[in-house]
């Protein structure tokens, strides 16, 4: 469903998850966005998410140096909200994103222990940067970049949870 009214467009989305081990589960979403001009557009969106464990998670056997599957895991829940705004004209596409998630219940790997689940919740934030140009009808160059900040309730830095990422592409 996508509501247009004049240059602001809402979209509202309700889905509802249903696992044959974790029973139903509804998460939502809310995304809009605002066109300033015929290139600059202002987006913002506030969602909730659940994920099950995988079966990998859930049951994978013990490969030498420690246990993997915990049959004991229970699905994660998260809240997040993005701001940013896109840029677009004939040859450059570029966008800007502030972003937070908070997951309850995350599942981590830790060596000797394998898959865990903490109780408390994580906090991620960060920033994303995309940008493309085309040079001509077949050819583009792409750059994208992301900034984390992945803490656990003790603000440490998550483990496995990169800081940067970026990717250069022709």
Do not use: C
């Given at each position: 469903l996508n509501?247009?009214?004049g240059k602001l467009s809402l979209e509202p989305s309700l889905r509802i998850d249903r696992h044959s081990s974790?029973?139903?589960y509804p998460t939502?979403?809310?995304?809009?966005s605002y066109t300033l001009d015929d290139h600059w557009k202002l987006r913002i969106s506030n969602s909730t998410g659940y994920r099950t464990p995988s079966n990998y998670e859930l049951f994978a056997p013990d490969v030498g140096y420690g246990p993997i599957g915990n049959k004991n895991l229970q699905p994660e829940e998260s809240k997040s909200a993005e701001i940013g705004f896109n840029y677009l004209n004939n040859k450059i596409e570029f966008s800007f994103n502030l972003f937070k998630t908070?997951?309850?219940?995350?599942?981590?790997w830790e060596y000797g222990l394998g898959n865990i689940q903490t109780e408390y919740q994580t906090t991620?934030?960060?920033i994303e940067l995309n940008y493309s140009y085309a040079i001509?009808?077949?050819e583009?160059?792409?750059?994208q970049s992301s900034w984390t900040d992945a803490r656990d309730i003790n603000d440490n830095q998550l483990l496995r949870v990169p800081k940067t990422i970026s990717r250069l592409s022709y």
């Amino acid at each position: 469903l996508n509501l247009m009214i004049g240059k602001l467009s809402l979209e509202p989305s309700l889905r509802i998850d249903r696992h044959s081990s974790f029973g139903s589960y509804p998460t939502f979403a809310l995304s809009s966005s605002y066109t300033l001009d015929d290139h600059w557009k202002l987006r913002i969106s506030n969602s909730t998410g659940y994920r099950t464990p995988s079966n990998y998670e859930l049951f994978a056997p013990d490969v030498g140096y420690g246990p993997i599957g915990n049959k004991n895991l229970q699905p994660e829940e998260s809240k997040s909200a993005e701001i940013g705004f896109n840029y677009l004209n004939n040859k450059i596409e570029f966008s800007f994103n502030l972003f937070k998630t908070e997951i309850d219940n995350i599942i981590l790997w830790e060596y000797g222990l394998g898959n865990i689940q903490t109780e408390y919740q994580t906090t991620s934030q960060g920033i994303e940067l995309n940008y493309s140009y085309a040079i001509n009808q077949d050819e583009s160059f792409y750059l994208q970049s992301s900034w984390t900040d992945a803490r656990d309730i003790n603000d440490n830095q998550l483990l496995r949870v990169p800081k940067t990422i970026s990717r250069l592409s022709y």
